[in-house]
Nanobody, 126 residues
Framework: QVQLVESGGGLVQAGGSLRLSCAAS????????MGWFRHAPGKEREFVAG????????YYADSVKGRFTISRDNAKNTAYLQMNSLRPEDTAVYSC???????????????????WGQGTQVTVSS
């Protein structure tokens, strides 16, 4: 089992940047594929980005492609989401998620993940 704790959220002006972190407990972080999702009020949870356990394969939602970068440091048991050129529509609670890596991965499907963090609020003002 793994526990996930997000940090790095906050209030930023449009055009600004934030870097979210997702710290994982346990010693098997490198066995997990990771994902970031966001949930805005009145909207469904939305996939943002995903990364395979080795860090070599990345996935992005079209809405963040070119602005957000997902990465991981397996030595630090941490995944990251670098968010640049933020827009008011990026405002949401951002959560990281994990699943034991397997041959088939649907990174944008929340049901593919087993473990979830509590989330961190990101607010982008116009």
């Amino acid at each position: 089992q793994v526990q996930l704790v997000e940090s790095g959220g906050g209030l930023v002006q449009a055009g600004g940047s934030l870097r979210l972190s997702c710290a994982a407990s346990g010693r098997t972080f490198s066995s997990y594929d990771m994902g970031w999702f966001r949930h805005a009020p009145g909207k469904e949870r939305e996939f943002v980005a995903g990364i395979r356990r080795s860090g070599g394969i990345l996935y992005y939602a079209d809405s963040v492609k070119g602005r957000f970068t997902i990465s991981r440091d397996n030595a630090k048991n941490t995944a990251y989401l670098q968010m640049n050129s933020l827009r008011p529509e990026d405002t949401a609670v951002y959560s990281c998620a994990a699943r034991i890596s397997g041959s088939y991965f649907s990174p944008s499907s929340s049901s593919d993940y087993t473990y979830w963090g509590q989330g961190t609020q990101v607010t982008v003002s116009s």
